[in-house]
């Protein structure tokens, strides 16, 4: 599979993950919140910061349907991580001239 | 495994912020030397799903839920200090954006998800890898182990934060017993997550799979065995 096609297909499955596939996912307390309420520290979290912002608690605030509002605050959220990471990353990568210790193999030809 | 504002005191959120800043700044540092051309856009992709996988909650039994953490996963794809970064981007854009783990939390959160997270995922991976048969059908089974344990760890350092900087007088070994119980069912499912993906990669292109490259060196080399010996 070429690399282009590869990195596409991945973006669509992350995609389709965070935008349809998530409002299937279980609302029931994670671990961590399950334990704070069983043993009794669940009540000293504070109010988050950013509880108002447009994407909050995974939904789109000013859209009424449920399945659309979390679907597309998944899809946001997603694309926001692609352009930061994906930035980041490009921006920090090794160039060519820098100390070529590639030692991985090179056994497609269309790996680039 | 998402802590909140408030769960931990200032001065413990100020320290975890501090152990966090140092593990992103060696972490960008470590990187430079994983990312090139291929393998940059590859980072990109992980983070973005490791963001998806963390959405789909799966439920664990007993009204309770657990989700991806993606530590032992990243590491396996696109290295440790790569996947440090991978974490800690996912986890800036769900506490800005999403409201999902505190602002100042942030410090503990990137400590224990992407520092412990992935120094235990990719340190039990590696020891697997030193030790088994180097063969590709073997890096996603030793990631799912890598995954499995990643999380009770992460569950138990969190533990010990509680105990020094909680808020909230509880008893640490109830709250140790508790976290790491159900986080070690929650880390099956990262276990089963993290094999599936890492497998279909290693199917698909080994190549972009960083754990695997010294197993694909070696596999390089049974085919030219052939050929020497003729």
């Known amino acids: ?112 | 495994m998402h802590v909140p504002d408030g769960f931990l005191d200032a001065p413990t959120s100020v320290a975890t912020g501090v152990v966090a800043a140092a593990g992103v700044a060696v972490a960008l540092r470590g990187a430079h030397r994983e990312l090139d051309d291929k393998t940059a856009p590859m980072a990109g992709l992980v983070a973005t799903f490791v963001f998806a996988g963390q959405m789909m909650n799966f439920p664990v039994g007993a009204g309770t839920s657990g989700h991806l953490l993606g530590g032992a996963l990243a590491a396996v794809l696109v290295g440790p200090f790569t996947a440090v970064l991978c974490i800690s981007v996912v986890l800036l854009v769900q506490a800005l954006l999403m409201a999902d783990g505190g602002i100042t939390a942030l410090g503990t959160n990137i400590t224990l998800m992407a520092l412990v997270g992935v120094v235990v995922g990719w340190g039990v991976f590696a020891l697997l890898r030193a030790v088994l048969p180097k063969r590709a059908a073997l890096v996603a089974p030793a990631a799912a182990v890598a995954a499995l344990l990643s999380v009770p760890a992460a569950a138990a350092v969190f533990t010990a934060l509680f105990a020094i900087g909680g808020t909230v007088p509880v008893d640490t070994g109830a709250v140790l017993a508790a976290m790491v119980g159900w986080h070690v069912v929650i880390g099956t499912g990262e276990a089963v997550i993290t094999c599936l993906v890492v497998g279909s990669v290693v199917a698909v292109r080994p190549d972009l799979v960083y754990g695997a490259r010294p197993v694909l060196a070696a596999r390089r080399l049974e085919i030219r065995r052939p050929g020497v010996t003729a």
């Not at chain 1, 399950?34 to 979290?45: I, N, R």
């Not at chain 1, 349907?65 to 980041?88: F, K, M, Q």
């Not at chain 1, 070529?100 to 056994?107: G, H, L, M, S």
């Open chain 1, 1 to 112: 599979m070429r690399l282009r096609a590869f990195l596409l297909t991945g973006l669509v499955v992350a995609l389709l993950v965070a935008g349809v596939g998530s409002y299937y996912a279980s609302s029931h307390p994670d671990g961590l919140e399950h334990v704070a309420e069983q043993t009794g520290f669940l009540d000293s979290a504070d109010e988050h910061a950013a509880a108002d912002g447009p994407l909050a608690d995974y939904q789109t605030r000013g859209v009424d349907d449920e399945r659309l509002s979390g679907g597309l605050a998944g899809v946001l959220g997603a694309l926001a991580v692609a352009a930061i990471g994906g930035g980041l990353f490009w921006l920090i990568r090794r160039r060519d001239g820098d100390e070529a210790d590639d030692a991985a193999p090179r056994q497609h030809a269309d790996s680039r």
